[in-house]
């Protein structure tokens, strides 16, 4: 079996794992307290609760399957994979709180694992390097950073609403887009054994980021509806994961002269399907506004 057939059967496991967590944790995000909280005070409100850390050993094993799915393919093939957890956490929230997704919310969420086949068939996603240099680490902050930063003073100011759930998504997904790419370089060390493995660079921004990411998406599930916060977790992910695998990583698509139109439409699909998820979002759970981080 070739590595890259080795990578999908994984990622789709971690997708798989990845779904239940969240459906599990976005449960507990609402239900642990009635009182508006930032986020670091519901993580820690979470951690009290039995759920949520269910929820948190089976997204742990999706975390686990995603790593490993990062040793032998590449971050863009890993990554897209990745957002067909989307069609696994929508009908199990759903089923979960008695209520059928509707027709044009399956028909989105096709759409959008569609557009997944797409971008990886097509695609043709190649590996690149395992890590990267500071400079180019540099430069992710400064781009990324001010965008996070951004989409958190946008939750924050229209808290209460679908708007800060998308919003509080965006960071989490682009969190943990940067938690895969920052895996690739932890996991390229695993063999050198675990001394080199705790010298690596990216070892400590990979657990820092891996926390916050966390925290953010429990506030974003809190912020709204399952089908308001986790396409926007599931897409921008992704998005962030292959930008940053092609531009620090080296990471290539390979779609040919022809496929770049598809490979264009595919992405455009993909964002367009995100937005009208978001817009029908149901109501399993009334907003709960979340204060200022911390």
């Known amino acids: 079996m070739r590595h890259s057939d080795i990578a999908t059967l994984l990622a789709l496991g971690a997708a798989l794992c990845v779904a239940m967590g969240d459906v599990l944790q976005q449960r507990s995000a609402h239900d642990v307290t009635d009182e508006p909280v930032g986020h670091v005070a519901l993580l820690l409100r979470l951690l009290k609760d039995k759920q949520w850390w269910l929820g948190s050993l089976v997204a742990a094993a999706g975390f686990g399957l995603q790593a490993a799915a990062l040793a032998f393919g590449s971050v863009l093939l890993v990554q897209a994979l990745l957002v067909t957890s989307l069609l696994f956490a929508l009908p199990l929230s759903a089923w979960w709180v008695g209520r059928r997704i509707t027709r044009s919310q399956w028909l989105w969420a096709v759409l959008l694992a569609v557009s997944v086949a797409v971008i990886v068939s097509v695609g043709n996603p190649s590996k690149g390097h395992a890590r990267a240099g500071m400079e180019l ?128 439409l595919a992405v455009v699909a993909m964002v367009f399907a995100t937005v009208a998820l978001a817009r029908e979002s149901s109501d399993d759970h009334p907003a709960v506004t979340t204060d200022v981080p911390g």
């Open 137 to 264: 680490w540099l430069w992710v902050i400064a781009t990324l950073g001010p965008a996070l930063l951004l989409c958190l003073l946008g939750a924050r100011i229209w808290a209460g609403k679908p708007a800060a759930a998308v919003l509080l998504g965006l960071v989490a997904g682009s969190l943990w887009g940067l938690f895969a790419v920052l895996t690739k370089g932890v996991v390229d060390q695993v063999d050198d054994g675990v001394l080199a493995m705790l010298k690596t660079p990216e070892l400590y921004p990979w657990a820092l980021v891996g926390l916050a990411a966390t925290a953010v998406q429990q506030s974003s599930f809190r912020a709204g509806s399952m089908a308001a916060s986790l396409p926007a977790v599931t897409v921008s992910e992704p998005m962030v994961g292959s930008i940053l695998g092609i531009a620090i990583l080296g990471e290539t698509l390979r779609p040919g002269e022809s496929g770049w139109f598809v490979l264009g």
